[in-house]
């Protein structure tokens, strides 16, 4: 058989392929107009058939392969992994797959073979048939996306050390500024108290603004350590029950400012895993905006509840306040940024950054639907789910 396949490849393959009733050179014809590379070694690893895409990739010609092994034309690390790759088909007795490095013109190239044992007819393996197709091009793409992707983890993990050195500098000078400011406010404040008879009115004025603003910037000092807080706080989640935390975050707002009158609506059953602590935090401060926007109505309404959009819980607090313009959207929970002047409503702009720090640390997301004078309705999740904005 060895002499008759390597001086006739179309021999070979009617040998090999005995019991097909399609002719030997329609099966040269076919595979020899396909695009993968495709192969028969004998039992001794001979080559009894390549065909004309072996030629193409390899640069060589039929009648200088047939008859010749992988050894002899390839280097040896790559012809022996072939070779055992042929013995595993015939001890399998059936097709086998997987993936071979072959030269290129441009370098090594990634192979996804399929070889299979060829039975004579006492059902003797006789010889071994490859088909092989290039994956080379997949194969550097996926390799350059998983160096992306761990050039981003790195970057990512690079990220987080900064922001937490950039945090623990926050927190310590706004942590050692209290005390001198709040030295400068209480001296400013005895002044006012039990000097102010024995100064001219441009002085008390100006006492006055100094302790404003002692003041000011100590409640900064006490927004920035709160907002540093919620990053550095350790995570403890467990069951949490939203309505319950509304309830007493409303409860707390009526009697800080019993002349108010709000429709607060909060449905039942609202409940999260998370943290409890830092929940709390982002509700508070969610409804409280609902509450401090809804100060010029006299019909105030406050609602908190919940809705799926694919499949994703998803919590909101709305309301029919003030509201906001969507052109600022990208401003929304940049800490220290206001969307209304301060004459209008009281405070830093520091709630919403507290609140989209919190949602992040669950791994959630938050979003936004406000019109100006129509009120604001903000979306929350507390998982890693993308759940987008329901319509209505």
């Not at 039929?62 to 088909?89: C, K, M, Q, W, Y």
């Not at 072959?102 to 003797?124: E, F, I, W």
């Not at 002044?191 to 302790?211: F, N, T």
Request: glycine share 8%.
């Amino acid at each position: 058989m060895e002499t008759d396949s390597a001086s006739d490849p179309a021999a070979a393959l009617a040998c090999h392929a005995h019991d097909t009733q399609i002719g030997t050179e329609q099966l040269l014809a076919l595979i020899d107009n396909t695009s993968a590379v495709i192969y028969i070694h004998d039992q001794s690893g001979r080559y009894v058939l390549i065909n004309h895409e072996y030629e193409r990739r390899f640069d060589v010609r039929r009648e200088d392969v047939v008859g010749r092994t992988d050894h002899e034309l390839f280097p040896s690390h790559i012809a022996d992994a072939f070779r055992a790759n042929d013995r595993f088909a015939v001890r399998a007795g059936g097709p086998v797959q997987m993936e071979e490095i072959a030269p290129g013109p441009d370098g090594p190239h990634t192979y996804l073979t399929v070889k299979v044992p060829l039975m004579d007819r006492a059902g003797q393996a006789c010889a071994v048939a490859g088909i092989s197709t290039d994956i080379t091009e997949r194969k550097r793409a996926e390799e350059k996306v998983r160096r992306l992707n761990a050039e981003l983890e790195q970057r990512v993990r690079e990220l987080e050390v900064s922001t937490k050195e950039l945090d623990t500098f926050a927190y310590s000078v706004s942590h050692d500024l209290r005390a001198p400011l709040g030295s400068m406010a209480g001296l400013a404040e005895i002044l006012i108290q039990d000097h102010a008879d024995g100064l001219d009115e441009e002085a008390r004025h100006y006492l006055r603004r100094i302790h404003d603003n002692a003041a000011r910037m100590s409640q900064l000092i006490d927004d920035l350590l709160r907002l540093s807080r919620v990053t550095r706080a350790e995570l403890r989640c467990e069951r949490v029950d939203l309505s319950r935390l509304a309830r007493a975050a409303v409860a707390d707002l009526r009697d800080a400012d019993p002349r108010r009158e709000v429709n607060a609506t909060i449905d039942d059953d609202l409940v999260c895993t998370g943290d409890t602590h830092l929940v709390q935090l982002a509700l508070n401060n969610l409804i409280g905006n609902a509450w401090k926007f809804t100060g010029g109505r006299p019909d105030a309404r406050i609602e908190v509840g919940a809705t799926l959009s694919e499949g994703d819980e998803v919590f909101f607090v709305r309301d029919n306040g003030a509201g906001f313009s969507m052109r600022d959207f990208d401003r929304l929970f940049q800490p220290f940024q206001r969307l209304h002047a301060a004459g209008d409503f009281a405070g830093h702009g520091i709630g919403l950054s507290i609140v989209h720090r919190v949602v992040s640390r669950h791994g959630g997301r938050i979003w936004a639907d406000s019109t100006p004078g129509a009120g604001a309705t903000f979306f929350f999740t507390l998982t890693d789910g993308h759940a987008e904005p329901p319509s209505g």
